[in-house]
């Protein structure tokens, strides 16, 4: 397995990477206030990505309404895209989920889910970054023009 993808950061460089809110939650376990997240009415078909190092998680397709006031999920896009791990905090007995890639906490995972899994995961939309999927090209314009390139993003002086 040594070439399995991995992202690694300072805490000091995640900081500089997320918001302070992304922070708390991917790299301190955080929760967002329920029905307070971007994507928890989000029924767009596309990609859920993690927020901080930009893997695919989720796929809308699993997304369904489950009421609890964050982004819900029958399972991840990738099995092997997230880790998880017992959680005994605050008294509860939870399985945290984490991005496999880059460790960050994306949220935890419970039983009593829809589908043929029964799994619902549940996950902050601080921790997600969506994609969403057939966006409409622009009228008239050329088919083979690609978006604007984001590769060059080396701005940071050390
Ligand atoms: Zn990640």
């Known amino acids: 397995m040594a070439d399995e993808p991995r992202v690694e950061r300072t805490e000091e460089e995640w900081r500089e990477h997320l918001t302070p809110a992304q922070y708390d939650v991917l790299r301190r376990a955080g929760t ?4 307070a997240g971007e994507y928890v009415y989000n029924k767009e078909s596309g990609e859920y990505r993690c927020a901080a190092c930009a893997t695919m ?3 809308a397709d699993t997304k369904f309404d489950s009421g609890t006031g964050w982004p819900s999920f029958t399972e991840p896009a990738v099995a092997q895209a997230v880790e998880l791990r017992p959680d005994r905090s605050y008294g509860m007995d939870r399985t945290e ?3 496999r890639v880059c460790g960050s906490h994306l949220g935890h995972v419970f039983d009593d889910g829809p589908g043929p899994t029964g799994q619902r995961y549940c996950i902050n939309s ?3 970054s969506f994609d969403a999927a ?3 090209a622009p009228a008239g314009s050329s088919s083979s023009t690609p978006g604007p390139d984001e590769a060059d993003a080396g701005e940071h002086p050390q």
Do not use: D, K, M
């Not at 967002?32 to 029905?35: I, S, T, V």
């Open 32 to 35: 967002e206030p329920a029905f």
């Open 57 to 59: 998680l989720f796929s």
């Open 97 to 99: 989920v984490l991005c």
């Open 126 to 128: 601080l921790a997600l």
């Open 134 to 136: 057939g966006e409409p």
